[in-house]
């Protein structure tokens, strides 16, 4: 949502002076990259997909190549990722188990769209269990699958037809999470919602997290058939949950016979079985994409043993032939193999120990430059994940996430990491830590960020 607000202790005409500088340079060291966007005319938006035309600098870096925490462009440039691919590859690039997995499976045992089920996918959903507490798992190609599967089976077991989602919540291109609290405090669809097939505020209601209230207001109404929701909003900023405010949600959607939807694409960076784990958390139903693949498209939702049975029971419902919306190639073997090898070689306890603990340098850090140069700004952390915005206390809802972005401070923050080496989520001031993470790395960071912020105050 574009905003009018402006971070504390900017001056915005050296900002835009800065701004203006690193665009420059940024074509200057980019001619490939540059030629590329130009010649790229048969592609929609002139990106295979349009999330890449969110950039800072006019056109985005094209990939030559990826390692572990480094990502090259085709003009040579290296830099050290921390966006990697924002969160999909939060295993590292190319993660050595994960390509001899998927090599085995595509060149040794071959089948790669079968429609056959491998032993690996039980070994698969034995993991899953074993890191969320749920016993029952199904796999799709996204998350956005696994979470509009899972709101198709909880409509269907509840006969309720809505859904309640966060204000600024993120649940992929799912219809039914396109709402948002309005400035009146009533429900809207969300701004630049492309193509809804009906009003938002039909098919779903909305509460600001953190706000317990509201969310009783909500269920009150008794059409609720769930709850979406993230432990701790990601894609708004990182916005962490209030004491209680958890608990309170598991409360009220047990009072009001509304099931709870985990979804951990994101929150997953908080440890080895997510927020779930991390916060001792008791869901209804996990959903989770991205990072489970260590790069290779996969998405998955786990159930409870109670859910399960009551929809197995049903045998009104069509669960195998209409059940298919993960499409043919879910829970393909190629999938599988990069999942299993995934988490059991890479994404593993001991490695979440790690990507936390540089994590919290990383955090530590930003948070030191921010005192040094008295910038009124602050920094959120979520397992491996890193967050800052300008504003001092960190937002406590979506919506006041939301209005606290200031796009040229973003942009002239990120392309000027990005021109000196440093790779950071181009939708927000995110950065991700992956096993290959080095503290070196985060000094590295460190040491630009804190040159961006001294140019900036002066």
Partial sequence: MPTDFEAEGVDRTRLGRLLARERSTFVDRHPRSAAAYADAGHLFGKVPMTWMNKNAAGFPVYLDRARGARVTDVDGNEYVDFCLGDTGAMAGHSPAPVVEAVTRRLADLGGAATMLPTEEAASVGAELTRRFGLPAWSFTLTATDANRW???????????????????????????????????????SRAGNVGAPCDVTTTSRVAEFNDLDGLARELAH?????????????????VLPESGYLDGVRALTRQHGTYLVNDETHTFSAGPGGATAAWDLTPDVVTIGKAIGGGIPVGAYGLSAELAADLTARTDLDLVDMGGVGGTLAGNPVSVAATLATLREVLTDEAFAGMAETAARFAEGVGALFAEYALPWSVSRLGARVE??????????GTESARCADADLEDYLHVYLLNRGILMTPFHNMALMCPQTTVEDVRRHHEVFGDALGELVG
Wanted: proline residues 9%.
């Fill in 150 to 188: 899972a709101i198709r089976l909880l409509r269907a077991v509840t006969g309720r037809p809505r859904i309640l989602v966060n204000s600024y919540c993120y649940h992929g291109s799912v219809d039914e999470s396109l709402i948002v609290v309005g400035p009146d405090g009533r429900p809207r």
């Fill in 222 to 238: 008794g059409d609720v058939a769930a709850v979406l929701m993230e432990p701790a909003l990601t894609n708004i900023g990182i």
């Fill in 388 to 397: 800052y915005r300008f504003v001092d206390p960190a937002p406590r809802t």
